[in-house]
């Protein structure tokens, strides 16, 4: 049995080529989805200020309501 003209057996990958290969790809596969830092995705300048929005605006409304005595 005759194989293919593109064969090469010396061009295969070794046992110990393939270990390292694989134990690289085992410490990647552990460090997916960890995050460096302190891992907050937004600053506190920034929560601040949307809690300042938030919090203001939900006061702003109900002094609105409360002067109109509920009539909308």
Do not use: H
């Not at 690289?24 to 891992?39: A, L, V």
């Not at 907050?40 to 002067?67: D, E, H, K, N």
């Amino acid at each position: 049995m005759e194989f293919c003209c593109d064969y090469q057996p010396e061009k295969t990958t070794s046992k110990r080529l393939a270990g390292m290969k694989v134990a690289r790809f085992q410490r990647n596969i552990s460090k997916r989805g960890s995050k460096k830092g302190n891992g907050y995705p937004v600053g506190p300048i920034l929560l601040g200020f949307i809690v300042f929005v938030v919090v203001g605006s939900f006061l702003f409304q109900m002094i609105r309501i409360a002067t109109r005595k509920g009539v909308a």
